[in-house]
């Protein structure tokens, strides 16, 4: 997990890039844009995690302020078992826009990891963002559960 400092210069660095405005001085229009992640989401769902991976690693470039973007780079990073890489765009993910969801992810490469102190916290910090309703917060549960396995 992020310090506060870490925090400060992820958001500096995610702003740079954002106004380098890549996607603009490449001619892509948001549509364009939108069908890489579309293209991305896609191939995580057929199994493609690898083609996944690329799509939406250059959609983060693209539009690097999109924190849903980074949690399906990471989810494809996942798939590949390259946790230490999706961690970090969880982290920067974490740092757009904080959600259960994205802390959970976390503590799961953590545990992958064999990183126990660094996945309790984060385990934390999804149930201080636990959601009120029911379904989700089973979710929570469940991921969290996923997380604390791997642990033991």
Do not use: F, N
Not at 3 to 25: H, M, N, P
Not at 36 to 52: D, E, F, P, S
Not at 116 to 126: D, F, H, N, S
């Amino acid at each position: 997990m992020a310090t506060a400092a870490e925090e400060r210069a992820l958001r500096a660095a995610i702003s740079a890039l954002a106004k380098l405005g890549l996607a603009e001085a490449a001619g892509w229009r948001p549509a364009e844009r939108s069908a890489l992640v579309r293209l991305g989401r896609a191939g995580l769902q057929r199994g493609h995690w690898v083609a996944a991976c690329e799509l939406l690693e250059y959609a983060t470039l693209l539009d690097p302020d999109r924190a849903e973007t980074w949690e399906l780079v990471a989810g494809a990073r996942m798939a590949g078992r390259r946790w230490d890489d999706a961690l970090a765009a969880l982290e920067v993910a974490w740092t757009l826009e904080r959600s259960w969801r994205r802390a959970a992810l976390a503590a799961l490469c953590c545990a992958r990891r064999g990183a126990a102190a660094e996945a309790k916290r984060w385990c934390e910090a999804a149930r201080a963002l636990a959601p009120a309703e029911a379904d989700e917060l089973r979710r929570l549960e469940r991921a969290l559960s996923s997380a604390e396995e791997g642990l033991s």
